[in-house]
């Protein structure tokens, strides 16, 4: 029953949950709130974000957080594959618009940070991962763009910020030669970025490697993949089974009927 | 059966969510309000607030340009209505209009209102019969702001300071 119920809970998170919390980030990752009115702006992601997205779907990929070749392959049935299919986009997307939420909008900052993003990921790609690993150090790189656009450049450039905030932003302003110009949003930006931001290492945690396969669907792999072995290699692999077999049965106890005989 | 079921909410489900995202990135709207009109204009129920419009209209007659084009955009907050919004252009040409020279910027946005009435209008069709007006087609209002606006000869003519707002 407890395994019944724990299959259940796992298809729902990996068909339903998970697709979920990706669109939502994709939904709010390039939502702002203007500090004039307090109206929404869409920001639409700009190229480098799709580019940063794809670096990070490969690092996923050698950092086994994902495994393609468990969510997509032909044994499993079309309908099965079509919703793996949609989860791996909607993560696609989700890290798209991750950095979209924690990018300035424009202006020399906008290039410094994807440009030090592009770094931290070209780096990665060469350096060893595990899972693990790999969600903390995304979690450390958001938290840190997210600290430097949402609160220090923020407050520096806040219009209601206090006159020494205010004479620190017109010294940055001035020493960059008006190139940093960042657009300014109402606090509810941050709030909106934070959360963002959480829902998407929170879906990466949730994510599995790979989704569990059918016990029977595994079986008809490997017999198939046995009957594909020449002859002496399936000889081989029938005298590996049958001292296992041979070890296991030495390892049992004896049963109670046996010890009465003696 | 049951995870198969799953699957199935699972893919419908998010299928309606990249719509909804797709449209939302598309439509923009400012506010939770906006997100509720641009939706109304979607699935087709969209409809003037008829009351707001003959207010508007009232207030345009009363030659009262500015109060009436704030209750038209009140009245048509999609700016979706071909009538309305040709009203709105004609309330930029009235107060822009002047015997001398014209308010270039008024009719800009005047310009504006009237393609927007002229790509909402049904079959791109237009006619409005009010006796009031003397432009009573999108054409005819687009064409006297488009000449508002382009510099020409005529300028000079003194004669010019004895014309008639339309």
Not at chain 1, 133 to 150: C, D, E, I, N, Y
Not at chain 1, 230 to 243: C, G, H, K
Not at chain 2, 9 to 18: C, D, M, N, P
């Amino acid at each position: 029953m407890r395994k019944e119920h724990r299959s259940k809970n796992e298809a729902l998170v990996q068909f339903i949950a998970l697709p979920m919390i990706f669109l939502t980030v994709t939904l709010l990752g390039g939502l702002r709130v203007s500090a004039e009115d307090r109206g929404f702006v869409f920001v639409v992601p700009p190229l480098i974000t799709l580019v940063l997205a794809v670096l990070l779907v490969v690092l996923f990929v050698r950092g086994r957080l994902i495994e393609i070749e468990r969510w997509l392959t032909s044994d499993q049935p079309p309908l099965t594959n079509l919703s793996h299919a949609l989860t791996l986009l909607s993560l696609f997307f989700a890290s798209s618009q991750a950095f979209n939420s924690v990018l300035p909008e424009s202006g020399l900052l906008f290039w410094l940070f994807s440009f030090f993003f592009l770094w931290t990921l070209w780096n990665n790609l060469y350096s060893f991962f595990d899972a693990t690993r790999l969600v903390r150090s995304l979690t450390v790189l958001f938290g840190t763009a997210f600290v430097l656009k949402h609160m220090i450049i923020a407050t520096l450039y806040a219009p209601e910020g206090s006159w020494l905030k205010k004479l620190a932003g017109v010294l940055l302003e001035g020493l960059s030669l008006g190139t940093l110009s960042p657009q300014v949003f109402a606090p509810a930006t941050g709030y909106i970025s934070f959360f963002t931001l959480a829902l998407y290492v929170g879906g990466l945690i949730l994510l599995p490697s790979g989704p569990k396969r059918d016990p029977r669907l595994e079986l008809q792999r490997i017999i198939a993949a046995y009957r594909g072995l020449p002859q002496n290699d399936r000889q081989l692999m029938s005298q590996v089974i049958n001292d296992d077999q041979k070890l296991l049965s030495a390892a049992e106890p004896p049963s109670p009927g046996d010890l009465q005989d003696h | 059966m049951q995870h198969r079921l799953i699957q199935v909410i699972g893919v419908i489900s998010t299928a309606l969510y990249v719509a909804f995202i797709i449209w939302i990135y598309a439509a923009a709207p400012r506010s939770f309000k906006e997100v509720a009109t641009s939706a109304e204009v979607t699935v087709g129920t969209y409809q003037v607030d008829q009351e707001k419009f003959d207010a508007a209209l009232r207030l345009f007659r009363q030659q009262q340009y500015r109060a009436a084009r704030d209750e038209w955009q009140r009245a048509d907050p999609a700016q979706r209505d071909a009538r309305t919004q040709f009203y709105v252009a004609y309330a930029f040409y009235r107060e822009g209009w002047g015997r001398v020279y014209n308010d270039t910027e008024l009719f800009k946005q005047g310009l504006a209102a009237i393609d927007r009435a002229i790509d909402s209008a049904p079959s791109g069709s237009l006619t409005i019969d009010d006796p009031d007006l003397q432009m009573h087609t999108p054409a005819e209002l687009k064409t006297e702001l488009q000449q508002g606006i382009e510099p020409s000869l005529s300028d000079f003519n003194p004669l010019k300071v004895f014309r008639q707002r339309k």
